[in-house]
Antibody, heavy 117, light 107 residues
Framework: QVQLVESGGGLVKPGGSLRLSCAAS????????MSWIRQAPGKGLEWLSY????????NYADSVKGRFTISRDNAKNSLSLQMNSLRAEDTAVYFC??????????WGKGTTVTVSS | EIVMTQSPATLSVSPGERATLSCRAS??????LAWYQQKPGQAPRLLIY???TRATGIPDRFSGSGSGTEFTLTISSLQSEDFAVYSC?????????FGQGTKVEIK
């Protein structure tokens, strides 16, 4: 079954860290770019980060640059997002998405991150 | 950053009727535009890419049009499963940006 499943969300204090994971199945993971996107409560979707198939290329939104790091393990069909220095405005549902370089053609259901003291 | 603006914010439509959703870009994105459908608790789904090409498995009642800065998603005859939030996304420039979404609700 072709799917993406996110995990690792939770409640964290401001300034804290969290690592999100995304498990891919049903397709050749290494053939695809991957992205992280989030949606804050009541807001639209926000693209965060993107990684090429072989880890050679990454890109970040200004809102997370220097705080978040995207990575992948093609042997484990896994995508990660290391989030440091978390702020209240990082509270959102975080989605991973398979990316056909340009657009996201397969999404997970998301994992919720809440940043609060 | 390219700003994507969708209208209306909410669209009330009766089942079987036609729905027309708009998306405007702050600068030209050519045809580098995608549409997504999102239902509560579900994974977003790609509907349209290249402004007008339906993704695999998407029914032909969904159609996209436009280029440059003005785009339209049309649902020709709304089915019960089509009531959802629809978002557009440009992929001409980094960062990739989305519209704020249009909620299609039952009238």
């Amino acid at each position: 079954q072709v799917q993406l499943v996110e995990s690792g969300g939770g409640l964290v204090k401001p300034g804290g860290s969290l690592r999100l994971s995304c498990a891919a199945s049903g397709f050749t993971f290494s053939d695809y770019y991957m992205s992280w996107i989030r949606q804050a409560p009541g807001k639209g979707l926000e693209w965060l980060s993107y990684i090429g198939g072989s880890n050679a290329y990454t890109n970040y939104a200004d809102s997370v640059k220097g705080r978040f790091t995207i990575s992948r393990d093609n042997a484990k069909n896994s995508l990660s997002l290391q989030m440091n220095s978390l702020r209240a405005e990082d509270t959102a549902v975080y989605f991973c998405a398979r990316t056909d370089y340009y657009y996201m053609d397969l999404w997970g259901k998301g994992t919720t991150v809440t940043v609060s003291s | 950053e390219i700003v994507m603006t969708q209208s209306p914010a909410t669209l009330s439509v009766s089942p079987g009727e036609r729905a027309t959703l708009s998306c405007r870009a702050s600068q030209s994105v050519s045809s580098n535009l995608a549409w997504y459908q999102q239902k509560p608790g579900q994974a977003p789904r790609l509907l349209i890419y290249g402004a007008s090409t339906r993704a695999t498995g998407i029914p032909d009642r969904f159609s996209g049009s436009g280029s440059g800065t003005e785009f339209t998603l049309t649902i020709s005859s709304l089915q019960s499963e089509d009531f959802a939030v629809y978002s557009c996304q440009q992929y001409t420039n980094w960062p990739r940006t989305f519209g704020q979404g249009t909620k299609v609700e039952i009238k």
